[in-house]
């Protein structure tokens, strides 16, 4: 048996056959949310992240705009007033999530069980270091503390600052941010680092950051949380990494 973390399917079902197809029956994914939205398959790749025994779904941003949205169209019990949570969802590239769980006949099911997803959880491996895991990362806080649920799903202003990072045998596993995005808007001394569309260590290595952007670069990563060992799924339609005009 062993223990991943993967994160910002957004929509490629493709690359989660992939991952599925590698794991054996006994292992345990975190997934750690934006199953859908923006990809060609979004709403299916949710149903298949939730429908897996082995992953344990935690919410992204990308649930919590859709559990909005569908919020609206349960109170309003169907009369299709489509409101402003809609439409944030949809500048997202989530209006085709959206539609296709209207056509479920049990989408007040699916509402409530994404509506009740967690947004953090926390594994000890087998080395002894206790690893958090959340869609957006943080910062470690005062009287070892968990952010509120917002900052857990949106925050980014914590991988701008080196300090403070967590304890030695402590790291934050996340998404939400995709790696090129981070890579081009740290300060570096040269040029912008290669990628191999793998994880990204940084904050002293006490924080990584598996958002491969999957939906435009067509990468993902699957991270062992006991060996660090990082197992990368390439879609046949995946970007060329050595150009880093693409990404």
């Known amino acids: 048996m062993a223990t991943y973390a993967c994160s910002d399917l957004h929509g490629r079902l493709d690359l989660l056959e992939q991952i599925q197809n590698f794991l054996n029956h006994d292992d345990k994914v975190y997934f ?71 056509l479920e006949p049990m989408k007040t099911g699916w509402w409530s069980y994404l509506k009740k997803l967690p947004t953090y959880e926390k594994y000890v491996n087998e080395q002894g270091i206790t690893i958090h895991l959340c869609h957006a990362g943080f910062n470690p806080m005062q009287d070892d503390a968990i952010p509120n649920d917002d900052d857990l799903l949106w925050d980014r202003c914590h991988w701008h600052s080196k300090e403070p990072i967590f304890d030695d045998k402590e790291i934050c596993v996340h998404g939400h941010t995709p790696i090129p995005y981070l890579l081009k808007r740290n300060n570096w001394d040269d040029e912008i680092p290669d990628w191999d569309g793998g994880a990204w260590w940084y904050a002293q290595d006490h924080k990584v950051d598996l958002d491969c952007a999957s939906w435009y670069t067509g990468y993902i990563v699957l991270l062992d949380l006991d060996s660090f060992d990082e197992h990368i799924f390439k879609a046949a339609d995946a970007i060329d990494l050595s150009k880093k005009e693409e990404w």
């Open 32 to 102: 750690l949310g934006d199953a859908g939205d923006r990809g060609p398959d979004p709403w299916e790749t949710i149903k298949r992240v939730a429908q897996d025994n082995r992953f344990i779904y935690l919410k992204g941003n990308h649930e919590d705009m859709l559990v909005q949205a569908m919020s609206d169209e349960v109170r309003n019990e169907g009369h299709g007033v489509l409101g402003k949570n809609f439409a944030l969802l949809s500048q997202n590239g989530g209006g085709e999530t959206f539609l296709h769980w209207l």
